[in-house]
């Protein structure tokens, strides 16, 4: 459906298409024009349905989309040579189909900083040709269908090369026009963040092409700290404090040992869900029903660009993804608070830290990013014995059982908890996208009336779901666990762009939630807050994942470390039953909450970029 306000409409398009190529008598060149053209308009088209048409109700979209074909084929105007309009067009459709495979997990374009990335390809070989589409056939097939047009053209003769001066008058005029619409608009920084709101945050690279988007990219990483910047952040930590000002519970009994379980991919639809007669998740459903347990089911997945360690960063720091990329690769050397450095500053040198992780070391920058939030050690890929391979034949991986089981021999070993007080995290691989794994690991099997990708996902989930409910009655047979919280989520959500699909499937419909929720489960929490009635604690409204941070400091005792995180503690009287996505959409409900509160919990998105960005909590 197209939208209500309409700049251009696809008439204005036709005609404007008509008037450039008029200026092109050489069909050679006209038929270059147009194939760029196409792969353009077809690149918006394929993003605009899978968020919104809202960018062909803009001026700039046509303008800027008609300007890129002119610029791109420069080249072939001035040399005249065919093979170098080939090469342009075959390397303009790569790039457009890689930023729609990017777009359909990630919601945005390729950041800048992404690019120096492909290496890491393959290791997602099947994440990314399982984003493809028919449509991006399209792409290859406007290029096969061009090329017998211009054998056609070809062998009626060369044409004289008489149209250099009408295009570069173009190519002015569209220059012109670009700029115009620009500064009626404060220049191209500010007309790009205009469209940064709840409906139009995905159009900036339609709009402005993806050009214009790695452009932004590129003026935001040369941005400096301002005393304004510092204004911005410091007013909204003031009103975030007047917001919390009621003092936290103070939780006698309070942990002192935590366990961190980051599961990929898990959400919380799988738990206290049946299909086709089968109990799902049934490890964790008993967890559910114990009355030292506190459950969560509605935590908004808030990971953006840097997805899992997008996760790291919001559960130890209690901070927001950047903006655009991954902080660990762009800002790896900031300032980080953490758990682990709360937990610390309590108990200084009888406390310690490790993650534990099936990837390697370099993916994401773990390494780096394990000692920036306080961990004395990371344990990666070659640390465990590789004896139950899940996932796809490129990239084999330890499975979540097998890693769970080493995690808790390193523990009982001392390995991996030394000290009087011990924060172990503990990062999972199964639930990775394509949810891949053998066979003879399959629990669950399902008739073929369920989609192939739910099936697969809720059997990957009822093999990790299998791993936790192994890993936390061993724990419970250690000495420490009786002052240790075992903490449950998963990092983010894992159906992408698939959701809705699957939520239409008659199979799916009524079983896979429309919202892209993660789980919080927290087994062994203090006596003094368990329910007086049988079943666990649960806190049912909508949460972000950047609540969990200050809900683990109270239940740990951290609550005199000065780092409170952007978010706010479920254990708080005041807490608001909503949350901001990483989309600027808000989850929950909005009844009796005032427009100053949503603008203020929308805005901590833009803080935290700042904090990290300028590296504000290092700043003395």
């Not at 791109?72 to 309009?85: K, N």
């Not at 394509?434 to 399959?442: A, D, G, N, Q």
């Not at 894992?494 to 008659?506: P, S």
Request: some cysteine; glycine content about 6%; hydrophobic content about 40%.
């Amino acid at each position: 459906m197209w939208p209500e306000q309409k700049h251009f409409d696809v008439q204005y398009t036709s005609l404007i298409i008509r008037t450039v190529a008029h200026f092109f008598p050489s069909k050679e060149m006209r038929l270059f024009f147009l194939l760029l053209l196409f792969k353009i308009f077809w690149f918006d088209c394929s993003w605009c349905l899978i968020s919104t048409f809202r960018p062909f109700s803009y001026a700039e979209t046509y303008v800027f989309g008609i300007l890129l074909a002119l610029l791109l084929l420069l080249p072939f105007v001035l040399l005249r040579r065919a093979f170098i309009a080939w090469i342009t067009d075959l390397a303009l459709g790569c790039l457009l189909v890689s930023n729609l495979l990017y777009f359909r997990t990630y919601y945005t374009a390729i950041p800048l900083s992404s690019y120096c990335l492909a290496d890491n390809l393959k290791d997602f070989t099947d994440s990314v040709t399982r984003s493809l589409r028919w449509e991006d056939s399209l792409f290859l097939l406007s290029t096969a269908v061009a090329s017998f047009i211009w054998l056609k053209i070809r062998r009626g003769g060369r044409e004289k090369n008489r149209t250099a001066g009408r295009y570069l008058l173009t190519v002015s005029v569209f220059i012109l026009f670009a700029g115009a619409l620009l500064l009626m608009k404060g220049g191209f920084k500010k007309s790009y963040e205009l469209l940064q709101d709840s409906y139009t945050h995905t159009c900036g690279a339609p709009v402005y092409t993806v050009f214009g988007s790695v452009y932004y990219d590129y003026i935001r990483d040369r941005e400096v700290y301002t005393p304004e910047v510092g204004r911005h952040i410091e007013g909204w930590m003031d009103e975030h404090a007047a917001a919390s000002e009621a003092d936290p519970p103070f939780i006698r009994d309070a942990r002192v040992d935590c366990v961190l379980i980051i599961a990929e991919s898990l959400e919380s639809w799988v738990l206290e869900q049946h299909v086709e007669g089968q109990e799902l998740t049934p490890c964790m459903n008993r967890l559910l029903r114990d009355s030292t347990t506190l459950y969560a089911p509605r935590v908004l997945s808030q990971v953006k660009g840097g997805r899992s360690i997008d996760a790291q960063l919001i559960f130890n720091a209690g901070l927001l993804p950047i903006e655009t990329g991954a902080y660990s690769l762009k800002y790896p050397h900031t300032r980080f608070p953490s758990l682990a450095k709360a937990m610390k500053e309590k108990y200084g040198g009888n406390a310690s830290a490790c993650t534990l992780t099936a990837d390697k070391p370099l993916v994401w920058n773990q390494a780096v990013m394990a000692s920036a939030f306080g961990y004395d050690s990371l344990l990666s890929k070659s640390n465990f014995i590789q004896d139950e391979i899940v996932g796809p034949h490129y990239r084999h991986q330890l499975g979540d059982v097998s890693l769970l089981r080493q995690s808790v021999e390193k523990i009982r070993a001392g390995e991996v908890w030394k000290g009087a007080a011990s924060l172990v995290q503990i990062v999972t691989y199964s639930g990775h996208f394509p949810f891949t794994i053998p066979e003879h690991l399959k629990a669950l099997s399902f008739s073929g009336r369920v989609p192939a990708l739910m099936r697969d996902y809720m059997t990957v989930a009822n093999y990790t779901d299998h791993a936790i409910g192994l890993f936390v009655e061993a724990l419970r047979s250690d000495p420490r666990y009786d002052h240790t919280l075992i903490v449950v989520t998963g990092d983010h959500e894992g159906l992408a762009d698939r959701r809705n699909e699957l939520c239409r499937n008659a199979a799916g419909q009524g079983v896979v939630s429309e919202d892209p929720f993660t789980p919080l489960i927290i087994v062994n929490i203090p006596p003094s807050l368990r329910p007086s009635v049988s079943g666990c604690m649960r806190y049912e409204n909508v949460m972000g994942q950047i609540d969990i941070y200050p809900t683990l400091l109270e239940l740990l005792g951290l609550t005199a470390y000065e780092w409170r995180g952007l978010g706010q503690s479920i254990l708080h009287p005041d807490k608001k039953g909503i949350a901001v996505d990483a989309h600027n959409r808000i989850c929950g409900d909005t009844a009796n909450i005032p427009a100053a509160y949503i603008r203020f919990i929308k805005n901590a998105w833009k803080v935290s970029d700042e904090m990290i960005r300028y590296d504000y909590l290092g700043r003395e």
